[in-house]
């Protein structure tokens, strides 16, 4: 049975413009080609992707599928960048410090 990508949506107001990002959740259990399949879709409707993962197996399942999506946009010629960073995340009602990768084209 394949897991799909959990996608949560949230707005986040700047200066200059409203910007929809999108939060893709990776468990250990994800399957990298569909997770790269939902960062690609997010993508490519123009909006960034923000990736989240907790734990070391779904961060390498994350990282494997930020580089599945990468091939398919260097295939149109485009690259995408990620930033990772540290974030606090609510798993289960816990607060767990996890990885956030935000996703977009250079």
């Known amino acids: 049975m394949k ?3 959990a996608v ?3 707005s986040a107001s700047t200066n200059r413009r409203e910007i929809k990002m999108e939060a893709i959740k990776v468990s250990s259990r994800s399957v990298p080609k569909s997770v790269a399949g939902a960062i690609a879709a997010v ?3 123009g909006n960034p992707a923000e990736v ?3 734990g ?3 961060v390498n399942q994350a990282v494997k599928a930020i580089a599945i999506a990468h091939l398919y946009f260097t295939e149109d010629e485009r690259e995408l960048v990620c930033v990772p960073s540290f974030s606090e995340l609510e798993v289960n009602g816990e607060e767990k410090t996890g990885m956030s990768f935000r996703v977009e084209l250079r």
């Open 3 to 5: 897991k799909q990508a």
């Open 8 to 10: 949560l949506q949230y």
């Open 43 to 45: 993508i490519r409707e």
């Open 52 to 54: 989240q993962a907790v």
């Open 56 to 58: 070391a197996g779904a």
